[in-house]
């Protein structure tokens, strides 16, 4: 007899779950703190979305970020702006359940592609991408400027 684990179910970040979408960023290395996800998950902009992975048990372990993009060369996209599983639940098909997700909304709003952007170091995120059908489009370098308020 097989015991049935119950899968995490998908739905729209609240404010309160800032804490933890602030400690799964950390967990990648984005440094930031409760109050600004908090903040930010307040004020996301029209047309980005925030869904997270929440499991019966140990509340939310993965999270997704993306966004509408228009481009005069390429129409409308939909753009991931950041994924993260719990490093204690990663393998365990919850980043393919967010994605499926975002692809679905993709498809509802006849966007033409979901791209994202991943760090050069990343190897594993890189396999689990191709694993979901993704590839890489094209290399890049990023410039930056700090514009002072």
């Known amino acids: 007899m097989s015991i049935l684990i119950p899968r995490p179910y998908i739905r729209k970040a609240h404010t309160e779950d800032a804490l933890r979408v602030t400690e799964l960023a950390n967990q990648l290395g984005y440094p930031c703190t409760p109050g600004q996800i908090s903040e930010r998950l307040a004020s996301l902009p029209v047309g980005h979305e925030l869904l997270v992975a929440e499991d019966a048990t140990k509340g939310v372990v993965g999270f997704i970020h993306f966004c509408a993009q228009f481009f005069v060369t390429e129409g409308l996209s939909t753009e991931v ?26 498809r509802e709003s006849s966007a033409g592609r979901v791209f994202l952007y991943t760090n050069i170091s990343r190897s594993e995120a890189h396999k689990f991408y191709e694993r979901c059908g993704y590839c890489v489009s094209k290399s890049e370098h990023v410039f930056t400027k700090v514009c002072a308020h």
């Open 81 to 106: 702006r950041a994924l993260v599983v719990d490093e204690h639940f990663r393998r365990c098909g919850i980043g393919k359940m967010l994605l499926d997700e975002v692809e679905r909304s993709a």
